[in-house]
């Protein structure tokens, strides 16, 4: 009677580990995920905004890069805060590229990826990539920060929090082009809040 009770409490614990591992669809998740998200960012119908985007993996590092776009084109590209200018060969991404980033991911059947996604916009603010479980130094991570819009600049309603970032201001003149100065804001929202404001790094200027 005690083997045939412990047959079956092995058999039954093996049979629901099974069970566990059938109703666990990681690829189905995460291709849900992004479907979810890319439809808010396209119904969004954002045309004008810019954001900052630092790429880490095992490689030389990079500073990183504030992208510009107006009318859904790419206006500008640079990396700060040194304010150089990217090199035309490289391929600069869109937001939207970023979505094509993850599911090729997924099409390639990754080990692991992790994706957070801004609850406004829809677009993904953070970004893992491990493509192969037995491979090292191959993982990539994409960090999406400052992301702005025209609206924001509009609707900004900011607290009074003291986390310094230093920000481009053009200078008002009657001629062109403006000069431009470094300006500290006491806070990312506060910088984003003025139209003429460039987000240049964390910190005070």
Known sequence: MKIFTLTFLLFFLVSCAEQKDIII??????HKHLSENKKLWETTNLKNYSFVVQKSCFCPQEEKRQISVKNTQLHEAKYIPSNTPLNAEINVKKIEDYFTVIQDALDKNAYKITVTYDKTYGFPSDIAIDYDEQMADEEVYYSLTHFV???????????????????????????RPCETTEKEFSNNCMLNANPNAIYLRDGEC
């Open 149 to 175: 819009t025209v609206t924001d600049y509009k609707n900004a309603a900011c607290t009074k929090e003291y986390m310094p970032v230093c920000g481009k201001v053009t200078v008002s003149c009657d001629t």
């Open 25 to 30: 669809d990681y690829a189905s998740t995460e």
